[in-house]
């Protein structure tokens, strides 16, 4: 009897022993695979095309139908604020632009910017035509967990006659990745 008891321990040892491996092995291999799931998620965010960054506007932009001298545009515009935003700590290359719409009926040639403080006759900007929009490079840049602003002022140059002030202006900010060619 006692030989008996002595075997059923044993197995029932051995039983244990089994089902602690068994739990530390499947145990060990959901922790790997976690891991590993991650590692994939990660690197797919790696090749995806969305971006960390996010463009916020305050003030919208009043742009001036009135022409107007530099001197006087700078001094009496209130600037649009457009801030770009890295909230994570990947670093990330952007483009801001300036989207003006082909259905707009002012000519762009007669409009100057200022770009926190500097000013440019808006057709001298690199550009890109596309079949419904004309894009206007403003900067280029990277951020890393910052942000960036920039203070923005559109108007009419002196060159402007006052046919033009009767005409319209369809117009948006926007970022592009950096990685997309303009």
Known sequence: MKIVKDINKMVLRKVIEIIFVIVFIVGTSQIWRSEKTQEMLDSIALFSNTSNLSLQVKNQINYSMYPMTDEKAMEKLVPCILTVKNETYSQEEYTLVLKINKSSTLDYNYLHISINDTIYALNAL???????????ILDKDSLMADQKE????????????????????SLQFDILNGATNV
Request: charged residues 25%; negative net charge; proline residues 0%.
């Open 126 to 136: 690199t550009k890109e035509v596309t079949d419904n929009e004309i894009i206007f």
């Open 150 to 169: 920039y203070n923005i002022r559109l108007w009419l140059n002196t060159l402007a006659g006052n046919d033009l002030q009767a005409k319209t202006l």
